[in-house]
């Protein structure tokens, strides 16, 4: 499966990819990031905006979803104009104060030698550069502009650079919305 179909909303900004990962189809809540292959998948579908290589682990699964889930509750009491917990807040900070190196500097009786950043080296380098985004996003000038799809069976969000959009997008989201108003005209005439 294509990373384009299999993440319906690709090319927001990088937190808001993150947040769609989680969709609802059939009025259940479904998580596209409920493997580490699928969060392979997912970082590859990003490879232009994330450095990432090698396999990723349960661990990483782990560490991306719960930061994911803490940015989404951070967008949702942005747009509600409320204050987030706090520990929402002191986990994105978290994520930002431990950014890592690529290569570090590992001094050892033979000498100085550059060591390749470790598997939890570079899962905290994925977490600040989703961290910094998000902070990026809900503190810029952008951040009026996100939207959550109008339709009642859709959770993407989005940024509505056109003041009038209001669907992730206009052909799968808004047609479905067209056919159903169509649906209930026809239902009411008949």
Known sequence: MAAASYFPLLGEPLSLDLVNTRIRSDGTDVDLLDAPAALATWLAAESGRLSWSGAVSA????????LRDTIAALMTARRAGTRPRLAAVKAVNA?????APAVRLVWTAAGPRAAKRTAGMQRDALLYALALDAVSLLTGPDAALVRTCEHPDCVLQFLARNPRRRWCSASVCGNRARVARHYARHQKAG
Do not use: N
Request: without cysteine; neutral net charge; charged residues 15%.
């Open 59 to 66: 661990a990483d699964l782990h560490a991306v979803r719960t």
């Open 95 to 99: 994520a930002l104060s431990a950014s």
